[in-house]
């Protein structure tokens, strides 16, 4: 069936520091991709999304491009700060957008 | 409202206690998911609804769990007879008619004790 892998935190970096948080996916079609951030004590959001192989999304700095050869959907920053401390949810949908399957999620720690 | 909002944000059960979980969606939405997320993991897909009609059950984990949307507006997730296995954060979103997009809930953490 579905489902997503990403890499397992928590990741501990250093204000203006490198991002990058691994994800891959299995699934049979053509699945749209997303990431998710969950801040504390807040519900999940949207950060950005592709729903095709070589789109690339992008929000607030951070940037995932679909990459169908290798079932990936990295994300990445180039500077963080010390607000993109959240848990980072990887995920994908069915055609219709009905159903999304998350991967487990990746605690992002920032320090200043 | 301005977003999802679920209630209790908080739930405490003995174990064998039936329990109901709330969501008022944004006004209008059409769509309405229902989502598990146990401790240290992400949300796994339980319900849809559009409008009043459950369009997908499947990943209702049995029988004791039921959902209900029966206005096309607010629904309730009931689980009967709770289990320990039941503890964990359960999601509400919504979606209006021909976006892609959810709006996620807070959540309400249900503890089985």
């Known amino acids: 069936g579905d489902s997503v892998t990403q890499m397992e935190g928590p990741v501990t970096l250093s204000e203006e520091a490198f991002l990058t948080i691994n994800c891959t996916y299995t699934?049979?079609?053509?699945?749209?991709l997303f990431w998710y951030v969950q801040y504390p004590g807040e519900g999940l959001q949207l950060l950005l999304k592709?729903?095709?192989?070589?789109d690339k999304g992008s929000n607030k700095g951070f940037e995932a491009t679909y990459r169908k050869e290798t079932t990936s959907f990295h994300l990445e920053k180039g500077s963080v700060q010390v607000s993109d401390s959240a848990v980072y949810f990887c995920?994908?949908?069915?055609?219709?957008?009905?159903?999304?399957?998350f991967g487990s999620g990746t605690k992002l720690n920032v320090k200043p | 409202g301005a977003g999802v909002s679920q209630s209790p944000r908080y739930k405490v059960a003995k174990r064998g206690q039936d329990v109901a979980l709330r969501c008022d969606p944004i006004?209008?939405?059409?769509?309405l998911f229902w989502y598990q997320q146990a401790l240290g993991q992400g949300p796994e897909f339980l319900t849809y609804?559009?409008?009043?009609?459950?369009?997908?059950k499947s990943g209702l984990p049995s029988d004791r769990f039921f959902a209900e949307r029966p206005e096309g507006s607010v629904s309730t997730l009931k689980i009967q007879r709770t289990q320990q296995e039941d503890s964990a954060v359960y999601l509400c979103?919504?979606?209006?008619?021909?976006?892609?997009?959810?709006?996620f809930g807070s959540g309400t953490r249900l503890t089985v004790v």
């Open positions: 979103a919504s979606r209006p008619q021909g976006r892609h997009g959810y709006t």
């Open positions: 699934a049979t079609g053509y699945p749209s």
């Open positions: 592709a729903t095709k192989a070589d």
């Open positions: 995920a994908l949908s069915d055609r219709n957008f009905n159903k999304f399957y």
């Open positions: 006004s209008g939405h059409v769509s």
């Open positions: 609804f559009q409008n009043e009609a459950q369009l997908d």
